[in-house]
């Protein structure tokens, strides 16, 4: 059954009235969201709405309180990150998460090993492994790190670990990609090659990423879901969100005139959600 | 580095991986020779046991150096794969097992292994401060057991067999300490092959990803608990073999070798020789028989001496022994070692001016102790200590207080030049990277 729902899912992901609770404050609210498998959607909302909260849950960090979470129409709420892995689902980190003394290559490599279905073998040689090294190469030069192949990811300059780390969420294939704000801390030139390099690695995946850059998120989002205290309060194109009124009051009104403000003026420091 | 890039996407050629196969014909061709140049009887006996300690010391690096555990349990494994062995051995001399004496290391890996099984699976639910306690717990537990289960441990006399036994095979025989040795080493050279051959392996390689970022290897499809399970298995094979050789090295096994004591010369050896490189613990268990031979016969103090090397390796050399060869190799390859040699020689003599001092303190300390039984009067490298004399007592702590002065003043200077040569070569690194 599981099978054919993931075959024939009309969602790639679906959120349906997902609530956590830390204690006895209630982070995220009975959210809502169905996501297109294909669809590239920005989450946006002011500090503290649980953005990252909700990446946590549908990736498996923490545990849901009530509702439910599905990928491909399959349940995956309470189960474990290496699960939902498994089944095709990977995330990124705001703060870069990698292997710290490992090379590039290797992080690479890792990353790619149990999707190419080498689990815990210690019977095969690493350097054998054509497949995961031509991937883990692949990948270094979408990258464009090929030059650092090995240094330590330790000893990488931040813009080289923040491309590592979507590199390492997107090496293994999988088709839903969750990225937790890929661009934070890179100056305005790096954003710039940033979003090309996310659009490229990220081509024909469904894509979800929190952001707090606006400019960010109209070069990569197709739709945007808004959320504010816990709940999507809306979740449709850039245009008719911007133009949506409960979004205008609750949050994007500021942010908008703010990115207005600032296309006028040229440069500007950067304003969004701050 | 990207030469062969077009061609051949994945594969990178290495200069030293010509020097790696020149690196283990050198370890074989040193086990080979080692008892023809040391070749009295105690020498032939300390080899052997550093070939077992070699292995003791590699399979506890996979747990501390490749996996991040910390465990302070090893010779549990070690222990419990001796005394297995041991029972093994007895049942081969009493007709009833038909397993080749030449084979009993095995049967200690197997039982290693099987003992990990079932007490690594309670063991490494749990990563980080509380593995370390549950690997505590478990050594102690199964310290106790050895006093309450003396069939199998023997009680205080422990268990001991003879390996000599069967027929000989091709007129090896096992009673002299040379054919035991290269038994041994033939072991110890691949076990530590295995082993290394292990760091190759998908596993072996998320195994380091787990000590590096647990939390990110979830996210990249494996179970942190899984790959630590199955390391610790991998671990208590190799040390199960190295307890399995102990058996057929002294044909005896006590509840010391299931002791906390020997868990913590693992621990403690491991580290001074480096736990980072895969090669660290072999000099690390090399010092191990060592430090136990010989430095207990030139001083009662020895294991004072041997903690004071290791607080002194944790605050200056955290990297162990072979980190400091390797850093100097980075440094040699790039021509820069040459200006450091004053450096060195500088610290070595002020090093050995705190050591001097140290010693004569520590030895003075000692005899008053225990001056009833050993006397209050001694040779020291040929001097007269008394510990009923003021000039002796000053004289130590003068020598002391000077070394560790000029030592420091050393040290500082050394800091700063060798940070220098750190960023020259940093600074070359990039010129070569940018001339690709």
Known sequence: MKAAAAGSAKYAIELRDVRKSFGKTEIIRGANLAVHPGERVAIIGPNGAG?????NLISGRFGSTSGDILLHGQKIDGLKPYEITRLGLARSFQVSNLFTRLSVFENL????????GYRYAFWKFLADLQDANDRAEEV???????????????NLTYAEQRALEIGITIAGGAGVILLDEPTAGMSRSETARFVNLIREVTAGKTLLTVEHDMGVVFGLADKIAVLVYGEVIAFDTPERVRANERVQEAYLGSVLADQQAEAGQAAHGRAAGH | MGRTHESRPHYHFKPWNVGRWVLWGLFALVLLAAPKVFSANFQVSLLSQMGIAIVACLSYNVLLGQGGMLSFGHAVYTGLGAFVAIHALVAVGAGSLPVPVSLIPLVGGVAGAGFAVVLGFVTTKK????????????????????LMVPEFFGGEGGVSANRVTGEPVLGITYGPQIQVYYLLALYTFVCTAAMFAFTRTPLGRVLNAVRDNPERVEFIGYSTQ???????????????IAGGMYALNFEIATAEVVGAANSGAYLLFTFLGGAIFFFGPIIGAVLL???GALLSEFTKAWLLYLGLVFLFMVMYAPGGI??????????????????LLA?????FGTGVAVLVGAAALVELVYHLQLGDTIGTQFNFLGATLDVGRLDSWFGACFVLAVGLALFELTRRQFELQWGVTQEEIEREIKRREAAI
């Open chain 1, 51 to 55: 953005k990252s909260t909700l990446f």
């Open chain 1, 109 to 116: 490599r890792c990353a790619v090993l149990w999707s190419l």
């Open chain 1, 140 to 154: 270094m030069e979408m990258l464009k790190l090929e030059k650092r192949r090995d240094v330590l990811a330790m």
């Open chain 2, 127 to 146: 990563a980080g401060t509380p593995f370390a306690m549950i690997t505590l717990g478990i050594g102690e537990l199964v310290f106790a057991m050895s």
């Open chain 2, 226 to 240: 899984r790959v630590r399970y199955i390391a610790f298995i991998v671990s208590g094979f190799f040390a199960g």
């Open chain 2, 289 to 291: 028989v060592l430090a």
């Open chain 2, 322 to 339: 072979a980190s400091l060869i390797m850093m100097n190799l980075r440094v040699a390859a790039f021509g820069k070692l040459r200006p």
């Open chain 2, 343 to 347: 450096s060195y020689l500088a610290l």
